[in-house]
């Protein structure tokens, strides 16, 4: 029988491993490294966390009501779309307080940044709650039948990253949460741009500026990629013209312009505490594409003179 880890591997061969790839802006052959390991450790975590029976038929439940696995029919369409899935959700009750310690395990084994292992965790969660709800379906077994099945794959997750055993010992919260998303708590957005903390504050705080006032921003043509490097980093990208207003992590296809800055440095200069043109003249921030572009994006989105 294919294990979970080899049939999750199988899915992202070819295109989709391609995709990918672009999502997270990565090459393939980095992205086709550390999959065993990302993957690994949520198969780890699942069988932890279904060792016992409460932890069994919690799982079993949410598999039951929300993962039948008809997410793994149009994989590439999920991949394009993965930051509106239910994979940071998934992870918060698989991980708990131990998901910065378990992108932390891997980024230190294959020398990836958290950001992206992070994302890569985002991503490929469902894909496996995906295959075990199919599974559950398939082939009729009740939770214990279940935690047999995750107990037969700890052992080959624990071969691929042997390290996620420390970090797996604190017990995270055994309920996987239902796709109802009112029912989860949300950070709430900041309101002003100078209480932002991490990226994705920043993000948080444009889109949602940008969706309060659409009819704003219909004669603009925004399409930045932002490449944050650092613990709170990852890549973003802003989206918005008359047809479209997007602001999503990934990979965007044709930006007009590229950002690359480091998230300590991004954070002090969206808070106007770093001088956005020192920035660009010391190296601190790399533009590729068209600075003015930048200028109008700053002062459109956040309310900025750069």
Known sequence: MTSMI?????????????????????????????????????????????????????????????????????????????????????????????????????????????????????????????????????????????????????????????????????KPKANIPIKNKSLQKKKPVITDIRDAKVPQDVFDFAEAKLKSSPDKYKNVDLRCQFDITGKNGGKWYVLANDKKKIISKGIMENPISTVIISDDDFIKMVRGELNAPMAVLTGKVKITGDMNHIVKLVETLLNRDV
């Open 6 to 170: 080899e049939s999750v591997l199988g899915m992202l061969t070819g295109d989709i491993l391609g995709n990918v790839s672009k999502q997270i802006g990565m090459p393939e052959e980095k992205t086709q490294q550390v999959l065993p390991d990302v993957i690994a450790l949520i198969t780890s975590a699942l069988a932890k966390n279904s060792s016992n029976k409460r932890g069994a038929q919690a799982l079993s439940k949410a598999l039951a009501k929300d993962h039948d696995g008809s997410l793994l029919n149009n994989i590439i369409d999920y991949i394009g779309n993965y930051m509106n899935g239910d994979g940071d959700g998934i992870l918060k009750h698989v991980l708990g307080g131990n998901r910065t310690a378990a992108e932390s395990v891997i980024s230190k084994k294959t020398g990836i940044d958290t950001g992206t292992i992070g994302n890569l965790l985002t991503m490929v969660a469902p894909l496996i709650m995906g295959i075990l709800g199919k599974t559950q379906k398939q082939q009729g077994f009740d939770f214990g039948g279940l935690a047999d099945i995750l107990k037969s794959e700890q052992k080959q997750a624990k071969e691929i990253v042997p390290e996620a055993e420390e970090v797996l010992k604190k």
